[in-house]
């Protein structure tokens, strides 16, 4: 089944909770219903689209004048198992941290470090989610969508996802043209825990014994102490990525600021850490308008209340601006900024 709405408000489907409006707003719950909605609207094939999961990655700067795709497929099913691993298909519209927990209640081991991170199944491959040392990409067998110029069902082997810091195929070459309608995750039935996070070792100890469900409560124990809860108040995680410089640029900043956070990335080039540079710059827990910088974690933006779009835009433009005139770093954004042509 398919629903279609017109001028349909998308402020309880972003995080940032900005009242921004979408020309057609489009929930289906099979995929085939997806591929039929275009022989009743042949026109809306036209239309300009964006795929949404739980909004918890973009900014609307603007209404989106256009078609926005929202899929609600459901369900956890196991696809194949043996003695070490299980792989699990997942729907696109299954809320991220649902499966995490599922999977640590049944000890299916790999994805314990991702707890709590919000959003859809959908946007995990396309953005590659990751935190606390484990990337999405580690655990994603195959993507299954479909492809949007043609209408046919592909489904894509994790390997061919083109995986990077927080890419994908599916955000490059593919941009706009897969609707990823389900996921399998190959799980490990042993553990295999990565736990060299800065201070998640004691974290877990306050919890008991190492095993997942402890390395969960540690995560989210982590997260809640560091990151704003979006549902109290407005943001969408991290709004830049960590930026990567090579490692000849990031030795006379070694040299200036010994405390600078910097890790290795591939053979000659690092990351360097965006929030400590936003700190360092003096963004911290400050405001712009109805925007401001998390007083916990600079790297996330929040929405005071009533902040638009663009104030929060303008914001992140005024802070990448500063660290590039003080670190002549260029800062990236994570998030999506959806925003008139
Ligand atoms: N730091 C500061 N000031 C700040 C924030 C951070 O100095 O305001 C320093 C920290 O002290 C630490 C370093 O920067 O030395 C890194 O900070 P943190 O461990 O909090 O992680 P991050 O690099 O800022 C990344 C991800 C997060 C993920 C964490 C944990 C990106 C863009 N962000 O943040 O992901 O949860 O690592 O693994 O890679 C997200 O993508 O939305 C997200 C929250």
């Not at 349909?8 to 921004?20: C, Q």
């Not at 809306?44 to 999961?53: D, H, I, S």
């Not at 956890?76 to 070490?84: A, F, M, Q, T, Y």
């Not at 859809?120 to 989610?129: F, H, R």
Request: charge should be neutral; aromatic fraction near 10%.
């Amino acid at each position: 089944m398919h629903i279609l709405q017109k001028n349909y408000s998308l402020k309880s489907l972003n995080t940032f909770g900005i009242d921004a409006k979408a020309k057609y707003y489009l929930t289906f719950d099979a995929p085939q219903d997806f591929a039929q909605f275009f022989d009743q609207y042949p026109s809306l094939k036209l239309e300009k689209k964006l795929f949404l999961g739980a909004g918890s990655n973009l900014l609307f700067v603007t209404d989106f004048d256009g078609l926005i795709i929202h899929p609600k497929i459901e369900g956890i099913k196991c696809v194949h198992e043996d003695g070490n691993s299980i792989d699990l298909e997942v729907g696109a519209g299954v809320n991220w941290d649902f499966f995490v927990n599922y999977c640590v209640e049944n000890e299916y081991y790999g994805i314990e470090n991702l707890s709590l991170i919000p959003g859809n199944i959908g946007a995990v491959p396309v953005q590659n989610i990751g935190a606390y040392g484990v990337e999405a990409s580690s655990l994603v067998y195959q993507v299954n969508g479909i492809t949007l110029d043609t209408l046919q069902s592909k489904s894509i082997n994790g390997k061919d996802c083109e995986f990077d810091y927080r890419t994908s195929l599916f955000k490059e070459k593919l941009k706009d043209n897969f609707l990823v309608t389900s996921v399998i995750f190959r799980l490990s039935k042993q553990p295999n825990f990565k736990i060299q996070y800065e201070g998640l070792v004691d974290k877990i100890a306050q919890f008991g014994p190492l095993n997942i469900q402890n390395i969960r409560k540690a995560i989210i124990a982590i997260r809640q102490a560091k990151l704003p809860d979006p549902a109290v108040l407005g943001n969408a995680g991290s709004f830049f990525k960590n930026p990567i410089v090579s490692e000849n640029q990031s030795i006379p900043l070694r040299q200036q600021y010994s405390d600078i956070p910097v890790y290795p990335f591939k053979p000659g080039l690092v990351k360097v850490a965006a929030g400590w540079l936003i700190e360092k710059a003096g963004w911290k827990g400050s405001s712009l308008g109805n925007a401001a910088v998390h007083d916990r974690q600079a790297l996330v933006l929040i929405n005071k209340g009533e902040a638009s779009g663009e104030e929060i835009f303008q914001l992140s433009q005024a802070i990448a601006t500063d660290v590039k005139s003080k670190f002549d770093i260029t800062l990236e954004r994570e998030v999506q900024l959806i925003k008139a042509d």
